[in-house]
Structure formats: C-alpha cells, structure tokens
C-alpha cells in the first residue's frame, strides 16, 4: 500500500472531475501557438495559480515539453507556509490528483539530500500532509503530456536565499545528469499591483529570466525592479539547467489575472519560458 498524499486543492484550485480536468488542462494546452523553438528544451518556467487564472500560461510552458517521455521529473516550487526548514520535500510515497497516481521517486530524493549534505550543510525536510499548491498544481499539466510512467522529485523551496538557491540548482544537476529527466520551476511574478505596473515589473523580472544570470533574479527582488513569489526556485533551475548544458532562456507568453477577470486594479502576473540547449553558450557567466 502506497503512503498517498491526498490533495488539499483539488475542488479549489483545478477541477476534482476528471474528466473535466483533463478537458481543461488539454483546452490550455491546445490552444497554445510557440514559437519556433531552436535547441533541447532543458527545463521549463511555470505559474502556480489556479488552472482558471494562470491555466493558460502554464499551457506554454507544458506544451514546450510535448513529445517528451520522462522517466524522472523534478518540480521545484516556493513554499508559501511557514516551515522553518529551508528546502521541504514529502514524506509521502506518491502525490494524488483527479487524473491519478503519481509516485515519488525516493531514490531520487535520497540520492538529492546526501548531495545537498555535501553542497550546503543540510538537506531535505520530508514533511507530511503539506498543503502547498505551487507544486501540487503542475501536477495535472504533466499527467497530460506525459504517456509514459515516470516518477516525480518534489522539492519546495523556503529559503529565499542565494547561496540555498545555488547550492540545490548544483545538487539538482549531479542527480539529473545522465537521467531521462524534465524540469519545472514553479513561480508567479508581481502580486497585486495595477495591471501598468504590473507590466513594467514583470517585464524586469522576465528580462532577468531571459539573461540566463541567477544572481541578477535576486537583485531584481532586492531593489524592488521585479518580483516572483518563486524567484528562489526559479534560479535553483537556471543554475541546474546551466550545469546540464542549456544556454538560452525563451520568454513563451505572458499574462495576468486582470486578462482573466477584467479586473486591472489589482493583479498577479504570471509568465512561461522555455530553457533550452542550443550549444550556442549565450548566456551571462
């Protein structure tokens, strides 16, 4: 019997039908038109709203994995409550969402953790029952692309930290490498801005994204030019990515809560990349 961790967003996040989940998510999916995509599509960059604010964009980010068949794929997310330990997997043998099972790969997890010992002095937190839904609610976007069985490395970032965020980015590329794996940073942009500001600093925080420099996400946050409720994560991923060859960040689409609900008063921003592997080594060391 597996230790299942039940959802605790199912019904308020995405649809708990599954039929109609996977109707929703593969109308997200469908609809998207990329751009010509030059080189390996090493990672992606996804928002973590629910499916009917930010659906569309994570749309993006998943059909950019299309034709994929993963064995190994690591979400990496903030953590929004308040754990004190500052890299939070789970305890729990699989994650449950409407469409099915899926089970965490523990070797994975464990092999992570001895290599995080090494890089940082402390590894994972395996904590139950979390209620975290950055992560969660990737979930169904990868039961749809994927056909194949494959197992999921969950890590929830608390530390919103430099050195944390590096220090898991190596770890995460020494037990990626030479797997058949995916890759997923979770994060949204500006919280509750008017949608003109909202813009401009998205714009900024996309733009550091897209130079492929970690260190510049974190001084976009220190100096208030741009933010992103999972910038901790999303740089551990450019970092890993970095280490695994890719060279190029692409900017799919952007959007916020506002194009959804006609309301530009007070918005969450939400943008998809692509991080690829073109062998053209443009990024800035």
């Known amino acids: 019997m597996l230790d299942v961790r039940p959802s605790p967003i199912a019904g308020q996040w995405y649809d708990n039908n599954p039929k109609t ?6 109308e997200y999916l469908n609809r998207v038109q990329l751009p010509e995509l030059a080189g390996e599509v090493t990672a ?5 709203a629910g499916h009917l604010y930010s659906g569309a964009v994570a749309g993006y980010a998943f059909a950019a994995l299309r034709g994929r068949s993963p064995d190994l794929v690591a979400v990496i997310s903030p953590m929004h409550h308040p754990y004190y330990e500052p890299l939070i997997t789970t305890v729990h043998d699989a994650y449950s969402t409407p469409l099915g099972i899926i089970p965490v790969d523990k070797d994975a997890l464990t092999e992570l953790d001895v290599v995080l010992q090494s890089e940082l002095g402390f590894g994972l937190a395996a904590v139950p029952r979390d209620r975290e839904h950055s992560l969660e609610i990737e979930l169904p976007f990868l039961q749809r692309i994927f056909q194949n069985e494959w197992k999921l490395l969950p890590v929830m970032v608390r530390a919103q930290d430099r050195r944390v965020s590096q220090g898991l980015g190596r770890a995460l590329a020494g037990v990626l490498r030479g797997r058949n794996f995916a890759l997923v940073a979770s994060t949204d942009l500006s919280h509750f801005y008017d949608q003109n500001t909202a ?4 714009a900024e925080m996309l733009r550091r994204f897209e130079s492929f420099d970690p260190d510049s996400i974190f001084e976009a946050e220190r100096t208030g030019k741009g933010f992103a409720c999972g910038h901790a994560a999303a740089a551990a991923v450019l970092w890993s990515a ?11 689409y952007h959007a916020t809560s506002g194009d959804v609900t006609g309301d530009y008063s007070s918005v969450v921003g939400y943008g998809a990349a692509a991080i690829l592997k073109t062998g053209q080594e443009t990024h800035t060391q």
Do not use: M, Q, S, W
């Open 44 to 48: 992606v960059i996804a928002p973590h």
């Open 242 to 252: 970095r280490e695994l060859g890719a060279d190029t960040v692409k900017i799919l």
């Open 21 to 26: 989940l996977a109707r929703n998510v593969d």
């Open 199 to 202: 813009a401009v600093l998205d």
